[in-house]
Each structure stands twice: as C-alpha cells, then as structure tokens.
C-alpha cells in the first residue's frame, strides 16, 4: 500500500488564518485590549473555528476491474449464431455480470475486429456487432484496441471497429485512432470518476497485419516516443493515477521475458503506477514495489483455446482510497481467477465461471472431466506463478 499527497499545507493554513483573522477583528471592534482579553466570554461557535477544520476533500473508494483477452473464434461464432444477424452471448459472463457491473471502472481488451461479414475466427478475427455490444451492457466500458489482431483485415476493418465502439453508449477506448485529435484525446485516455483522474496507456509490441491505410493508427510499444508523450501528458493534466496496459510477452509461457521487464522499469521509472498486460493467452507472474505494481499477463476470459493453461485467466481489481487530507492510498492489486468452459463443458454454451466459487461443486458440470481440469490448471498455474485469490 502506498500514497500520494497533494499540496495542501498553504491551503491550510490559509482556512485556519482566515477563521483567526475574524475573531482578532471581532475583539477588536468590541474596543478589547490584550490585558483585558479576559473580560470577553467568545461565542463557542468562534472557538471551534480556530481547532476545528473542515477536511479538504471527500472520503471515496474508486475500484477499476481489467480482465483478461476477449476473444472470437471461429467455433464461437457458430455456437451463438440464431440464424440470419442473430448472436446469443448471453452465456459467456452472467456468472460475472454482478461484479463487472458493480466496478467504477471496467476494462475489456478486446482482441478482435469488427470488420463485418464475412464472420472470421483466427487467424484474421472479424466478429459480429452485435459482441461488442454485449460486452458493453455486461458493465465494460472501457474497451482496449492495441493488439497484435486490430489490422487482421487491414485499416479499413480496423475504422469499423472504431465506428462501432463510438455508436455504443457508455464506451471510451484507447489504443487506437482514427485521427490526430481522437489520438491526442485517448492517449492517453484520461477519466475522471469520484474526484479522482487515472490516466490509461494502451499499447501493443505489433501487428500481425499491416495496414493499408494512414490512418487509424494503433500505439506501438517500440521507439517508446509515444508513450513518454503519453506519460507525460498524463503527468500535465495532474492525473492521480496512471495505468499501462500493454500487449506484449512470448505466448503460452507463464513468466515474462526480458522484455516486459525492461519495459515495466522503463514505466515505473517515468511515473507509471500499475501496469497490466495482454497477449501470452496464458497467466503469468506480478511484480509489487514500493512505487508501482505490475501484472505482467492475465491470461484469457473468453475464448475456443484449450491449450495448457489457455482456459485460465485473471481478472484484477484495483482499489483506490481517496482520504480526507487528499492523500491517495492505492491497495494491492486483488485476483479472482476464472474458467472459461467450453460447449460440453460445464453447460452448453460458453461460460466464463469464478473459480473460487465453485470449488466441490463438480457434481453441477455437464461434464465432470472440464472441473477435474480446471481445478488442475487452477493448482498448477498458482504454484507456478504465486498469484493468490
């Protein structure tokens, strides 16, 4: 747990010198003198202006939940496709709604476009509409763009991503933009929830595309350019918090490489306070200072891997406390881990389920061998990389 304090020493002692003032003057205009001060009986109100100061700044709690890769395969298409421009997804997080619902701020990487039909799963994602609306209305509104897959169908799938996100109610995104002024105003992204401003940095280490068009342009991890500008943009708007949430790591390994680490000290070096990353579909190790707090990947919520360990994933919570004199108290970041079951697994459908809760509740899987794994990779990956829930 760590803090930030405000400069606040003048404002105080200018609230007490005023409130001083006052009664000085009153005394004196009642023709007082030092050696009779005695004499006059000071109202109770009077005395408690000079002991007693209002605090500066409200007391509130800000939570900001991120979860892990939001994916689009192609089974996954047809398994809630209804027929005709009908998609059911309505499966995938109502295990998880409540608490989505219930954060400040939630944040979604999205890993896919939305480049219309036809439909595609990997290697080049194009998913429907009507996903990325769903996701919404489950309480994410903050959707991260800079991924490996944002040109899977080149600059123009990539605008349409854009247009789609911008005609959903309730949603910001990062990452991505489709001109310098959209680019100076979501990089980084600044949003102002309870009286406290975090400032978010997302960014990718590459494309699996290139695209054929200037612009939209995603935020790239290399040259760093860019994010010291974000950074420091960040540091001049007096954000209270800034968070990075890069797309980077080698895939499928459960530590990070060289890379990320020195990538993570560059950010804590300039200002950065959390990062959070994206990419390896598998969950890998957190790093704690004194200054900073690093998760270095959390793995997949949603998607058809069923890889070693590609099932697993993270979501983190962060808790930000805002106390009276100013002071920020960040509190460490807290883990649930989740499940993604596939179709035949714990049900039907695709369900994204939190661990934790149902731990000896084998006996409500379709399949019971889908629990035996879970709870095996939930075993293996938390040895593996110390990450308590």
Not at 349 to 366: C, L, S
Request: charge should be negative.
């Amino acid at each position: 747990m760590y803090s930030k304090q405000p400069e606040i020493l003048t404002v105080l002692t200018s609230h007490i010198s005023k409130r001083l003032a006052v009664s000085i003057l009153t005394f004196c205009m009642l023709g007082g003198t030092f050696l009779h001060a005695q004499e006059i009986i000071m109202p109770q109100r009077w005395s408690q202006a000079l002991y007693e100061v209002e605090p500066l700044f409200a007391s509130d709690t800000l939570t900001i939940l991120v979860a892990g890769d939001i994916m689009m395969h192609t089974r996954q298409i047809e398994s809630a496709h209804r027929g005709g421009q009908e998609y059911d997804f309505s499966s995938y997080f109502h295990l998880l709604e409540d608490r989505i619902r219930e954060a400040d701020i939630a944040i979604a990487n999205m890993e896919f476009t939305l480049a219309g039909e036809p439909y595609t799963g990997y290697p080049c994602f194009s998913a429907p509409d009507s996903f990325a609306s769903y996701i919404a209305r489950c309480g994410f509104d903050i959707f991260l763009t800079a991924n490996n897959h944002i040109y899977d169908k080149g600059g123009k799938g990539a605008e349409r991503t854009l247009e789609i996100y911008r005609n959903i109610d309730g949603v910001q995104f990062t990452g991505l933009a489709s001109d310098e002024d959209e680019m100076d105003a979501t990089t980084p992204l600044i949003i102002l929830r309870k009286g406290i401003k975090t400032a978010l940095i997302n960014f990718t280490y590459g494309t699996n595309m290139g695209s054929t068009t200037h612009w939209p342009k995603v935020n790239y991890m290399a040259g760093r350019d860019l994010l010291k500008g974000a950074v420091d943009k960040a540091h001049e708007e007096d954000a209270d918090l800034i968070i990075a949430l890069p797309h980077w790591g080698d895939e499928y390994v459960l530590s990070h490489n060289g890379s990320q680490e020195d990538m993570a000290a560059w950010l804590v070096e300039n200002g950065t306070d959390i990062i959070i990353g994206s990419h390896p579909h598998v969950i890998q190790d957190t790093l704690k200072t004194d200054s900073a707090q690093v998760a270095y990947s959390l793995g997949n919520l949603v998607s058809n891997m069923s890889a070693a360990n590609t099932q697993l994933g993270l979501i983190a919570k962060l808790t930000i406390i805002r106390l009276h004199n100013g002071d920020l108290k960040i509190q460490p970041l807290e883990f649930t881990y989740t499940w993604c079951s596939r179709p035949g697994g714990y049900g039907t459908a695709y369900t994204v389920i939190p661990v934790k809760e149902f731990i000896g509740k084998r006996d409500r899987w379709m399949n019971v061998h889908d629990y035996d794994k879970m709870m095996r990779t939930y075993t293996h990956v938390k040895e593996k990389t110390g990450i308590k829930d």
